[in-house]
């Protein structure tokens, strides 16, 4: 069975750092890309980055861009998110989520439960 | 940059009734690269249909998918009283590498 599971979510004060962790199980983690998505309270879904199955590449949106940092340990099946400099408006429920059929390329057939993360002074 | 816009905004239906959502891009999608997900309050979002019309594994009949290019559509045919929900359309690109629409809020009348 596939399960995502995140953690390290948390109060900060903006301008400062969080590590956001997400375990993987039930499939071949080191053979997928995968993707942190998240959500403001009462927004809408917002993709943030992903990286390949080896982690070579390393895809971010542009609000993130050089403030956050994604990464995995395949031996580990961890996926990571450090968030840097963070902004009041960083905060959100982060998700982590994949396609882990081979039609769903393209597209988040498997999510965790999300890890919420609220930026405040 | 592709931008979705979904509309209506909010949809208001009756159970039995049938829902159609709208999901309009900005510059031609590939069919291969839309999906729409369903998301209740309080849960993750849940993937309803892949490649602009295929149904994922264990979603009902019900739920149908179309279009192409720069418009598509989430057609749900009998609404059953747990489909009131938000939904999403996705599209995969180049830059961004994902976007998603901004949801469509289905409520019951």
């Known amino acids: 069975q596939v399960q995502l599971v995140e953690s390290g979510g948390g109060v900060v004060q903006p301008g400062r750092s969080l590590r956001l962790s997400c375990a993987a199980s039930?499939?071949?983690?080191?053979?997928?890309?995968i993707n942190w998505v998240r959500q403001a309270p009462g927004k809408g879904l917002a993709w943030v980055a992903s990286?390949?199955?080896?982690?070579?590449?390393?895809y971010y949106a542009d609000s993130v861009k050089g403030r956050f940092t994604i990464s995995r340990d395949n031996s580990k099946n961890t996926l990571y998110l450090q968030l840097n400099g963070l902004r009041a408006e960083d905060t959100a429920v982060y998700y982590c989520a994949g396609g882990l059929h081979h039609f769903t390329n393209y597209v988040f057939d498997y999510w965790g439960r999300g890890t919420l993360v609220t930026v405040s002074s | 940059e592709i931008v979705l816009t979904q509309s209506p905004g909010t949809l208001s239906l009756f159970p039995g009734e049938r829902a159609t959502l709208s999901c309009r891009a900005s510059?031609?999608?590939?069919?291969?690269?839309l999906g729409w997900y369903q998301q209740k309050p309080g849960q993750a979002p849940r993937l309803l249909i892949y490649?602009?019309?295929n149904r994922a594994p264990g979603i009902p009949d019900r739920f149908r998918g179309g279009g192409s290019g720069t418009d598509f559509t989430l057609t749900i045919s009998r609404l059953e009283p747990e489909d009131f929900a938000v939904y999403y359309c996705q599209q995969y690109g180049s830059s961004p590498l994902y976007t998603f629409g901004q949801g469509t809020k289905l409520e019951i009348k």
């Open positions: 510059q031609s999608v590939s069919s291969n690269y």
């Open positions: 490649g602009a019309s």
């Open positions: 039930g499939f071949a983690f080191s053979s997928y890309p």
């Open positions: 990286i390949s199955n080896d982690g070579s590449n390393k």
